[in-house]
């Protein structure tokens, strides 16, 4: 019902991922004695479509009483999501268990952030086994989705304090955020990453690059960072969308496997936002 929750639910997925690995603990909540990761920085405000993992959730243990976890649930829900938005499938791995811990200290450490540079960006993902093919390639979920301002408005204004905007924005588009986000105005109001075609999944994210229009510094370094080895990449699969699709698939099967839990680790949750008592 809601278009923007394909992207919401995507991310998800990879926040979860890319903290101590695949194993649902983005859900969990904070309690008097818990601290979870859901109020990291990277994830505080932003991050949606926990009610979205609920209503499934409550719907499985109906139909199979703790069987599939939450951290399946998650990796699922990314795939599905894409598929609804016009984008690729690919096979799921499930068997992976929920944890029954969770780190807001790695989430604001290991997450990558909109205003990374490519090198940071590129150690990120290498942390977790992820190459530097990957970071493009998963970069180009941002081919749907929103951000607010708060994650980009220093391009607008006052990049990296230097009182001018940033330069690898073209100007009309620049004009055009200014337009969303004021100076002043309201941090949570939210821009397309793609304002080609924000809620359908093609390679348009990758010409929006070649344009200088990207909106996020980390999506915009890949194509503007002088030399980047990123850059023909960029390049590929903006001339190519069948290649990037191709590759989004065996990328995120990479990136659900980061560190699972199996066996008899972990446990499979009977609700997403607690560990079972």
């Known amino acids: 019902n809601e278009t923007r929750m394909a992207a919401s639910l995507l991310r998800l997925h990879f926040h979860d991922c890319f903290v101590n690995g695949c194993d649902g603990s983005v859900l969990l909540d904070d309690t008097s004695t818990f601290t979870g990761e859901k109020n990291a920085f990277p994830n505080a405000g932003s991050l949606r479509g926990f009610n979205v ?57 290991d997450l990558p952030a909109p205003t990374d540079s490519l090198s940071t960006l590129i150690s990120k993902f290498q942390a977790v086994g992820l190459s530097l093919h990957d970071v493009v390639i998963l970069s180009g979920a941002h081919t749907i989705g929103r951000a607010r301002c708060q994650s980009f408005r220093n391009r607008l204004y006052n990049f990296n304090n230097t009182g001018l905007p940033d330069s690898t924005m073209q100007q009309s588009y620049r004009n055009s955020l200014q337009a969303t986000c004021p100076q002043g105005g309201d941090p949570n109001a939210v821009a397309p990453l793609d304002v080609l075609t924000p809620n359908y999944f093609d390679n348009r994210y990758f010409r929006l690059l070649q344009n200088k229009s990207g909106l996020l510094q980390s999506d915009q370094e890949l194509y503007s960072t002088p030399n980047a080895t990123t850059i023909s990449l960029v390049n590929t699969y903006a001339g190519d969308g069948n290649a990037f699709l191709n590759d989004f698939r065996s990328s995120m099967v990479k990136m659900g496997n980061i560190s699972p839990l199996t066996g008899t680790n972990g446990q499979i949750r009977l609700n997403c936002r607690a560990v079972n008592s």
């Open 53 to 109: 993992v609920d209503d499934i959730k409550t719907a499985l243990e109906k139909q199979c009483n703790g069987t599939v976890s939450c951290a399946d649930i998650l990796a699922i829900a990314a795939r599905d999501s894409v598929v609804l938005a016009g984008g690729p499938s690919w096979t799921v791995l499930l068997g992976r268990r929920d944890s029954t811990t969770a780190s807001q200290t790695a989430a604001n450490q």
